[in-house]
C-alpha cells in the first residue's frame, strides 16, 4: 500500500461532457503528478504540481487541468471529454524537491478507470 | 527525444530467473526505475537505481546499468507466478522535474 488513493475508481462518460477525478496523497507528500495510461501503453505524464502550483505540463491540451490543495488533496479536470481520452488516470505523490533526489520517487495511486462513449 | 524501450512479452517456468530489458536515449537521466503493475491496479515501485551506479540488488531483484550503452535490466531471481505482471522501466532526466518517461511494458508471464 502507498497510501495514495484516487477516486472514483471507475467513470463512464459520454463525448463533450466534462470530468473531475480526485486523488489523496500521501501525508507530507507536496508534489503530485497526474500520469494517463492508455490500454497496452505505458503512462504518459500529464503534469505536475508541487506546493500547489503546476511544476511541468507534458503533451495534453489545455482542456487537461489540475488543482492541487493544501490537505495533500488534489484533482484532475478533463473538459470536452473525447474519445481518445479512455484510459486509466493515475496519480503520483512524492515527498518533492525541484531538483530531484531520492526524495522525489513517485508512489502511485490505483488509478481511475474513465470510459468515454 | 526522450524514448524509453521495453521488449513486449517475455515467459519463464516458475523458479527460473527472468531477465527484463530496457534501453533509453536520455544521456541526461539522473534516476531509472522498476515498477510493477498487475491487472486492473495501480503502479508499484520495485527499485530504483542513480545513474552513477552499475548495479543494485535488493532481495531477489538485481539491477544492472549500462550507461554508456544506455541499457538498463531488471533480473528476478526464482520467478514464482506471483511475479506475473506488467514491468514498466521509467528515466527521469536532470532538469525534468517530476516528469518520468515510461516504456511500453513487458508482459511477463510465469508458467508453473
Known amino acids: 500500500e502507498t497510501g495514495v488513493t484516487q477516486s472514483p475508481t471507475h467513470l463512464i462518460k459520454t463525448r463533450g461532457q466534462q470530468v473531475t477525478l480526485r486523488c489523496s496523497s500521501q501525508?507530507?507528500?507536496?508534489?503530485v503528478s497526474w500520469y494517463q495510461q492508455a490500454l497496452g501503453q505505458g503512462p504518459q505524464f500529464i503534469f505536475q504540481y508541487y506546493r500547489e502550483e503546476e511544476n511541468g505540463r507534458g503533451n495534453f491540451p489545455p482542456r487537461f487541468s489540475g488543482l492541487q490543495f493544501p490537505n495533500y488533496s488534489s484533482e484532475l479536470n478533463v473538459n470536452a471529454l473525447e474519445l481518445d481520452d479512455s484510459a486509466l488516470y493515475l496519480c503520483?505523490?512524492?515527498?518533492?524537491?525541484?531538483?530531484?533526489?531520492?526524495?522525489?520517487?513517485?508512489?502511485f495511486g490505483p488509478g481511475t478507470r474513465l470510459t468515454v462513449l | 527525444g526522450e524514448d524509453v524501450e521495453q521488449s513486449l512479452f517475455l515467459s519463464v517456468r516458475e523458479g527460473d530467473s527472468s531477465v527484463i530489458n530496457c534501453t533509453y536515449t536520455d544521456s541526461s537521466s539522473t534516476y531509472l526505475y522498476w515498477y510493477k503493475q498487475e491487472p486492473g491496479a495501480g503502479l508499484q515501485l520495485l527499485t530504483y537505481?542513480?545513474?552513477?551506479?552499475d548495479m543494485k540488488q535488493d532481495q531477489r531483484l538485481t539491477v544492472l546499468l549500462n550507461k554508456k550503452d544506455k541499457h538498463l535490466s531488471l533480473r528476478i531471481a526464482d520467478t514464482q507466478t506471483g511475479d506475473s505482471a506488467i514491468y514498466f522501466c521509467?528515466?527521469?532526466?536532470?532538469?525534468?522535474?517530476?516528469?518520468?518517461?515510461f516504456g511500453q511494458g513487458t508482459e511477463l508471464s510465469v508458467k508453473p
Open positions: 501525508s507530507g507528500h507536496n508534489t
Open positions: 503520483a505523490s512524492s515527498l518533492g524537491g525541484l531538483a530531484g533526489g531520492p526524495g522525489d520517487t513517485q508512489y
Open positions: 537505481i542513480f545513474s552513477n551506479m
Open positions: 521509467a528515466e527521469r532526466g536532470y532538469n525534468q522535474g517530476g516528469k518520468l518517461i
